[in-house]
């Protein structure tokens, strides 16, 4: 099982399921707020269709959307900046995390701190993005057809990959068609599991029981801070050690 992106970290089972639901609304209102700036017509918006994308995926209520449409169009004026950090976990698997931070300073050293804790390093950055392609992912459930038909759907809609398994298909695509693609998929197969922009590994590192137990750490450690926006590792893990371990992976 590898992890490339928020949507598909793999985190231990902790605390109520509404309080983790409550912490993506959260992170998804602060990017349709600071996404509407630049104008709250999704149409002229792509950053604004992309984020609305992604709040449907996670079933935000519509009014909740245009709230923070609305504030971010009326001019909010909290000052937000996007960082993106990357750095090493154990096993030399690399991690990108992207941020939207109203204070850098302090943003920057909490997730030092987080690297640090759990046996990783900051680096500088474009030091492991080289590794990762930008990309779009928009993942279904394994009942949302076969993998001829979701194949079918999704070249249709202009997609430049299907990955199917027994836990769903993950639909790639090139980061200016998401929202298109998204679009046209929502129309054919229906509302997607998950769908966002994330960085996806070229090659995973394989890593054992030891590892495992102290990279899911780190990456709960970051994706639990609420400046950051996504969480991606080219990490692989066995389902051996997956159920070993207890975790899962949340889609």
Not at 19 to 35: Q, Y
Not at 118 to 124: A, F, N, R, V, Y
Not at 178 to 200: H, N, Q, Y
Not at 205 to 210: E, K
Request: net charge negative.
């Amino acid at each position: 099982m590898a992890g490339h992106s928020q949507f598909k970290n793999i985190m231990y089972r902790k605390g109520a399921q509404d309080a983790k639901r409550a912490k993506v609304f959260s992170k998804l209102i602060r990017e349709l707020t600071v996404a509407a700036r630049s104008g709250p017509d999704a149409t002229a918006n792509p950053r604004l269709r992309t984020a609305i994308t992604a709040a449907k995926a996670a079933n935000m209520p519509k009014e909740t959307m245009e709230r923070a449409i609305k504030r971010g169009g009326g001019g909010d004026d909290t000052d937000f900046e996007e960082i993106r950090y990357e750095g090493y976990g154990p096993n030399g698997v690399a991690v990108i995390v992207e941020a939207l931070t109203d204070n850098r300073n302090r943003t920057a050293a909490e997730i030092r701190t987080v690297f640090s804790k759990h046996g990783g390093s900051l680096g500088e950055t474009n030091s492991v993005s080289f590794m990762f392609d930008h990309v779009g992912s928009i993942c279904y459930p394994p009942g949302a057809g076969s993998g001829d038909e979701i194949f079918e759907a999704a070249l249709e809609a202009g997609a430049d990959d299907v990955i199917s398994n027994e836990t769903g298909h993950e639909i790639i695509c090139a980061v200016d068609d998401f929202s298109a693609v998204a679009e046209a998929l929502e129309k054919t197969i229906g509302s997607p599991a998950s769908a966002g922009l994330v960085w996806r590994p070229q090659t995973t590192v394989a890593i054992g029981d030891d590892a495992a137990v102290t990279l899911f750490k780190l990456l709960e450690g970051l994706d639990e801070n609420d400046d950051v926006r996504a969480v991606s590792a080219n990490y692989e893990v066995s389902e051996d050690i997956m159920q070993s371990l207890g975790a899962y992976s949340e889609p």
